[in-house]
């Protein structure tokens, strides 16, 4: 399903705190989730600021959305961290 290196995980755990086994269940969830949804995306992103405790500003979390709903999110995910 998903074809992501250990690597990846360690990196993204290493800055996150959270686990392989929680990105891998958030991954399917969004993958049956409608992310041009500005709601959805909203309960999303908190649902990350949430896990990472972080807390999202809603100046950021409009940024975010609109990056997502005009296609400004790169394609390499792995270039995030």
């Known amino acids: 399903?998903?074809?992501?290196?250990?690597?990846f995980f360690?990196?993204?755990e290493k800055k996150?705190?959270?686990?392989?086994?929680?990105?891998l269940e958030l991954a399917?969830?969004?993958q049956?989730?409608?992310?041009?949804?500005?709601t959805t995306?909203?309960?999303v992103?908190?649902?990350?600021?949430?896990?990472?405790?972080?807390?999202v500003s809603k100046e950021k979390e409009d940024k975010i959305i609109n990056a997502v709903v005009n296609d400004q999110v790169p394609k390499?995910?792995?270039?995030?961290?």
């Open 32 to 38: 049956k989730t409608d992310l041009k949804n500005e």
């Open 16 to 23: 996150t705190n959270v686990g392989k086994k929680t990105i």
């Open 41 to 43: 995306l909203r309960e």
């Open 76 to 81: 390499d995910i792995d270039k995030f961290f």
């Open 1 to 7: 399903m998903f074809n992501f290196s250990d690597n």
């Open 10 to 12: 360690n990196k993204v």
């Open 28 to 30: 399917e969830k969004l």
């Open 45 to 55: 992103i908190q649902q990350l600021g949430q896990m990472t405790g972080k807390e």
